[in-house]
């Protein structure tokens, strides 16, 4: 059976469009009920953002085989056990007649503080791998085949993220890649690494301007770093777990 990318660049470019317009919805609502969480704190805290590529991902497993699957959105059945600690919260959890199948990230950044937050976000992904592996190599999620992990990050398409960033490290060079990058080549580096040493089964980065609330606009570094990777090799996965149930 071929598999289903549910026509994943329309809905890509629209879960963009709500992306932004959800920002800006949440920044003019709390401002006009005059409460201090304003500027881009507001339209963070306002949370749903990324519900699109939420969205997307169901339609995925819905159209290779899953239909019967468990997909968990809401907070309160969003946890897993981890090794280093106890739970981790996720954004979307796929389980199928008791068997985690799939648990992946949804994240996003807006200027203007890509700096600390960029390295917080690296942070976060290799702790949550880390931690959500060994638990697994643990028997946390009991005798099962190896689920899919995703992370994927939105960014502003901005001047301060395609600039380029100088380092300060005194006493030992910072690898060569790292030299003279801009924010957004940092996350597909990040995005490279993250798949290279097996944290996460697919990593992707997309780059989004904010005019891109008309339109949905959106680029990807190269291919591998690329929502039609993630989405091609999540689909894959989701069809040969179909496939194990016979």
Same mark, same amino acid.
């Given at each position: 059976?071929?598999?289903?990318? +549910?026509?994943?660049?329309?809905?890509?470019?629209?879960?963009?469009? *709500?992306?932004?317009? &959800?920002?800006? @919805?949440?920044?003019?609502?709390?401002?006009?009920?005059?409460?201090?969480?304003?500027? @881009?704190?507001?339209?963070?805290?306002?949370?749903? !953002?990324?519900?699109?590529?939420?969205?997307?991902?169901?339609?995925?497993?819905?159209?290779?085989?899953?239909?019967?699957? #468990?997909?968990?959105?809401?907070?309160?059945?969003?946890?897993?056990? &981890?090794?280093?600690?106890?739970?981790?919260?996720?954004?979307?959890? /796929?389980? #199928?007649? $008791? /068997?985690?199948?799939?648990?992946?990230?949804?994240?996003?950044? /807006?200027? =203007?503080?890509? $700096?600390?937050?960029?390295? !917080? %976000?690296? @942070?976060?992904?290799? &702790?949550?791998?880390?931690?959500?592996?060994?638990?697994? %190599?643990? &028997?946390?999620?009991?005798?099962? =085949?190896? =689920?899919?992990?995703?992370?994927?990050?939105?960014?502003e398409d901005a001047e301060a993220s395609r600039a380029p960033v100088r380092d300060y490290s005194p006493h030992f060079p910072v690898f060569p @890649?790292?030299?003279?990058? *801009?924010?957004?080549?940092?996350?597909?580096?990040?995005?490279?690494?993250?798949?290279?040493?097996?944290?996460?089964?697919?990593?992707?980065?997309?780059?989004?301007?904010?005019? *891109?609330?008309?339109?949905?606009?959106?680029?990807?570094?190269? #291919?591998?770093?690329?929502?039609?990777?993630?989405?091609?090799?999540?689909?894959?996965?989701?069809?040969? +777990? *179909?496939?194990?149930?016979?």
């Open positions: 059976m071929a598999l289903s990318l +549910a026509n994943y660049e329309t809905k890509a470019r629209k879960a963009v469009k *709500s992306f932004w317009t &959800g920002r800006d @919805e949440a920044r003019l609502k709390q401002a006009a009920f005059g409460r201090s969480d304003q500027g @881009e704190r507001a339209a963070v805290t306002a949370g749903k !953002n990324m519900n699109g590529f939420i969205s997307l991902m169901e339609d995925l497993v819905r159209g290779n085989g899953l239909k019967s699957a #468990d997909i968990h959105l809401s907070r309160r059945v969003l946890t897993l056990p &981890g090794f280093f600690r106890p739970t981790k919260l996720w954004d979307m959890i /796929v389980m #199928d007649r $008791g /068997v985690l199948v799939a648990a992946l990230e949804f994240k996003s950044q /807006v200027g =203007p503080s890509f $700096g600390n937050n960029c390295n !917080n %976000r690296a @942070e976060e992904s290799i &702790g949550t791998a880390h931690d959500f592996w060994t638990a697994y %190599r643990e &028997g946390a999620f009991g005798d099962m =085949p190896r =689920p899919f992990l995703g992370w994927l990050m939105l960014v @890649e790292f030299r003279n990058s *801009s924010y957004l080549d940092r996350y597909h580096l990040l995005c490279k690494k993250l798949m290279h040493e097996q944290l996460y089964t697919t990593a992707t980065v997309l780059a989004s301007p904010r005019s *891109s609330a008309k339109d949905g606009r959106f680029t990807c570094h190269d #291919d591998m770093t690329s929502l039609s990777s993630f989405v091609s090799t999540f689909a894959g996965h989701i069809a040969a +777990a *179909s496939a194990r149930k016979g």
